[in-house]
């Protein structure tokens, strides 16, 4: 019994919990802002601009959520 966590602490996550909530991340990010660029293609009738845009979009914010996230 002596071994036993006390329960306000929280377990820390390992490396592959991280590894795994940074592709998590950045994946969410390119497929919906690069949908989101799709579609706005499809209604502009655009030549893949906005589907280029959303996907820099949406790297660059599951890029800033991952520092958001990481750091102390």
């Known amino acids: 019994m002596a071994d036993m966590e006390p329960p306000d602490r ?3 996550p390992d490396g592959s919990d991280m590894g795994w ?3 998590g991340y ?4 390119l497929i919906f ?3 989101l660029g799709y579609l706005v293609d499809l209604w502009l009738e655009l030549p893949k601009v ?3 845009v959303g996907m ?3 790297a660059a ?3 800033y959520l991952l520092i958001k996230q990481m750091s102390p």
Do not use: D, E, H, T
């Not at 950045?26 to 990010?29: A, Q």
């Open 10 to 12: 929280k377990p820390q």
């Open 56 to 58: 820099l979009v949406g």
């Open 21 to 23: 909530r940074a592709l």
């Open 33 to 35: 802002w690069g949908g």
């Open 50 to 52: 906005g589907l280029l």
């Open 26 to 29: 950045l994946l969410s990010g």
């Open 61 to 63: 914010a599951g890029i």
